[in-house]
């Protein structure tokens, strides 16, 4: 799969790669937009081969952006992806070889790995929790909780762990929570408040079960069933009777997921796959040529 072929919907990948390399460079800075270190140190026709490798048993995500990194500073960079994004690999396993201008490489070196790394961090923690659920009736699902400006990418790693998307943004779903709720005056009356407005996807959050109902009644087409033990979320899921989907809430990490997913909920969805996942160890290592 060529970079070219590689896009992500809504999300402009030459303009990340040229805005992290602008702020590595320091564009616009007094005395920026230069890497100091390769200029001053590495002939300019200088010519490197590379080869990327995981240090770690990783789930792998991000090398077609890693390659654009490249590419941006040396069109004519040779780039073979050995692997694909998706895979499972041991440590010491080869991602991605390189070939070309020795500055480009290393001035784009630290912008190519910071982003494989922290994909592939999203990638694994995912594929942990796919695996801790141990459910193929019950979808894994991410949050909004991303870091600004790196939400498409994530979401994206979250994919290639084999876990699925909630909504993008504020815009494609209505999510009902206990805010709304409060200025509203209470579950139904916010539920109602956006079937009016012609919302056609709206999500209604309850912690208790008596919001069940009135959630329902008003039109809410999911239901997030918020920080219930797992014995409340059977109790949840008989009282819907698959009226609508319901989505596991709060309180979820490797230890508790199974016995979340098993109580019957369609989703179970987890904060910390983009909020807080690990960067993995992955190297990049050079050989003149």
């Known amino acids: 799969m060529s970079t070219d072929a590689w896009s992500l919907p809504g999300f402009d990948l030459d303009r990340f790669v040229r805005e992290t390399l602008a702020e590595d460079l320091g564009e616009g800075l007094p005395g920026g937009g230069r890497d100091v270190t390769s200029e001053s140190v590495i002939p300019a026709d200088a010519r490197f081969a590379g080869v990327m490798d995981s240090r770690d048993p990783i789930v792998v995500a991000g090398l077609p952006a ?8 040396d069109p004519g960079m040779i780039v073979e992806r050995l692997v694909e994004d998706g895979q499972d690999v041991s440590p010491g396993t080869d991602l991605l070889r390189l070939e070309g201008n020795a500055r480009a490489m290393l001035t784009a070196e630290r912008s190519a790995l910071n982003i494989v790394q922290h994909l592939s961090g999203v990638a694994t923690l995912t594929r942990a929790y796919v695996r801790a659920m141990d459910n193929p ?31 993008m943004g504020l815009w494609d779903a209505a999510m009902i929570k206990d805010n709304h709720v409060l200025v509203a005056g209470s579950v139904g009356d916010a539920v109602r408040r956006a079937v009016a407005a012609g919302v056609r996807e709206i999500i209604c959050e309850v912690d208790r079960v008596e919001q069940i109902e009135p959630a329902l009644a008003a039109g809410a087409t999911r239901l997030l069933l918020d920080n ?12 819907v009777a698959g009226r609508v989907p319901t989505e596991a809430s709060g309180g979820i990490n490797l230890d508790t997921i199974k016995a979340k997913a098993a109580t019957g909920v369609d989703f179970v969805s987890v904060g910390r796959l983009t909020q807080s996942a690990p960067a993995v160890d992955i190297g990049l290592d050079f050989t003149a040529l």
């Open 66 to 73: 890693a390659e654009a990194f490249f590419r941006a500073l």
């Open 228 to 239: 219930m033990a797992p014995a409340t979320l059977r109790e949840a899921v008989r009282i």
């Open 137 to 167: 009736h019950c979808t894994l699902l991410d949050t909004r909780k991303t870091i600004p400006g790196l939400r498409h990418l994530e979401k994206y790693a979250v994919r290639m762990g084999g876990g699925a998307n909630h909504r």
